[in-house]
């Protein structure tokens, strides 16, 4: 008799616990979570009895919220619970408490990734889906989906890797965190962690222009008088810009200081292009900038690169051409009038 006294304590303890668990973890009510397991074990019935769902039509399952003893009724409330539908009943619910705590972890999951976006977290790549690689944070997976992957690099199995949380994106299987590795704001985030005069606001990040798995170009500036910005970021025997680099896989970056002076700006964006003489259409926001010979393809950069990032970092239309004498390279610079 003690035996089987202490059988049932512990069939009421386990199932109790594992109710009141997932209600907790949910912030729901028992009686949702019962219901659930009523509707699963009717289907089971159904399914067991080979019946069709109109043959069941009234029928219910009842289950003690103590014990987790169920049963059948029919229409008539007759109970005619089947021998041995105890075990069916008993794994029924063990399913449906399961499936209730992973919706309860997941959602858990997805809400906390809701505050970490906009950051930048490690992971390793677990698996690939068609072209998506699944990144495995520890206790959530994360979705690099091809849009959003550097295409200069190409990403193998356990390969770790730092990515920047993006969004959470609904789809046809719920909603999924995606992560970015050519996302510009992938890049704050790096400066951000290595160098600490970012991190507590006394240099800021004006701009990032990239040209993922190649080349980019950021914008600093200090909030502090004594603060080197450009100083800062490159670190002691460039240190700190090489820890970027190499979490980029050898992408160069080009560090340039913001000047209120947009021809200094531009200029300085046009890098490592020297002895640039600038104009300035306002009412079209276009420059015009001069080199000479040797520096027109410098500026210009291979395929067009330097100037293209040069013109998104500084929101200016850049054109470049080359010097017809040795006077307008020393002559002094005029801005364009607006035209009437």
Known sequence: MQAIKNNKQHTRSEFSAALNQVCAERGIKPEAVLESIQAALLAAYRK??????????????????????ANILDNKGKDITPAGFGRIAAQ???????????????????????????TIINGMVLRFEGKIAVIDLGRAQTWL?????????????????????????DTPRG?????????????????AREVPEIANGAVIIKNVARDPGKRTKIAV?????????????????????QAVTNQLN?????????????????KAALSPADGLIITLDEKKKRAKVIAAE???????????QNVRLASALTGWEIDVVGATDQKEINGKNQDIKPSE
């Open 294 to 304: 040797d520096q027109q393809a410098i500026a210009i950069g291979r395929g067009g």
């Open 92 to 118: 029924a619910a063990k399913q449906i408490i399961l499936q209730r705590n992973r919706e309860a972890e997941k959602d858990a999951i997805i809400s906390d990734f809701q505050n970490k976006i906009g």
């Open 221 to 241: 500036d200090s909030t502090e008088e004594g603060v080197d910005p450009v100083g800062s970021c490159v670190g002691q025997k460039g240190v700190r810009v």
């Open 48 to 69: 067991d009895a080979d019946k069709s769902e109109e043959e069941i039509v009234g029928f219910q399952a009842t289950v003690d919220p103590i014990s987790g003893a």
């Open 175 to 191: 909603p999924r965190i995606i992560v970015s590795r050519n996302d510009p704001r992938l890049v704050n985030a790096l400066f």
């Open 145 to 169: 989906p091809p849009e959003e992957q550097s295409p200069e690099e190409y990403y193998r199995l356990n390969q770790r890797l730092t990515v920047y949380v993006k969004e959470i994106r």
């Open 250 to 266: 050898g992408e160069k970056i080009d560090i340039i200081p913001f000047n209120k002076d947009l021809k200094e700006f531009i």
